[in-house]
């Protein structure tokens, strides 16, 4: 199917490590913050937005929260959150730093719901376009 392999050069590599990396962090911080509002709409009834609920203090927690121990989960949850969200930012800071941005990148910025870091990921995770003859190739 593929008319070659690819193995990206050695300067990538460690680049692509940081990529890999950042995958599972952005997948538990989202299973995290989907978390708060089971949570709080359950002991509260009280429906948050996501920026509302990622502001929220211990204090507040404590108003809204009827239990110490949902107040606990909802403030490790936040923490969790918050930590997680620090990291991502600093391994995407990193990737931004080491990339080029080459005119494949660029044309995968032109599709809707592709940002920064998913564009890098793919260049990083695919290599060179030129190995796919058709636009189809290249997406599956």
Do not use: W
Request: net charge positive; hydrophobic share 40%.
């Amino acid at each position: 199917m593929l008319p070659e392999g690819y193995i990206s050069p050695k300067a990538e590599r460690a680049v692509r490590d940081v990529v890999r990396k950042r995958s599972p962090l952005v997948r538990q911080q989202t299973a995290n913050g989907l978390s708060l509002p089971n949570i709080l709409g359950r002991k509260t009834g009280v429906r948050l937005s996501a920026k509302r609920r990622h502001a929220l203090t211990l204090e507040e927690c404590e108003r809204l929260l009827p239990e110490p121990e949902h107040v606990l989960a909802v403030t490790s949850s936040l923490a969790v959150v918050h930590c997680l969200g620090q990291q991502s930012t600093a391994l995407e800071k990193l990737v931004h730093t080491r990339l080029q941005h080459t005119p494949a990148y660029a044309q995968l910025q032109t599709v809707e719901g592709i940002g920064t870091i998913v564009a890098q990921t793919i260049v990083l995770e695919t290599g060179a376009m030129r190995r796919f003859p058709t636009v189809g190739q290249y997406a599956s």
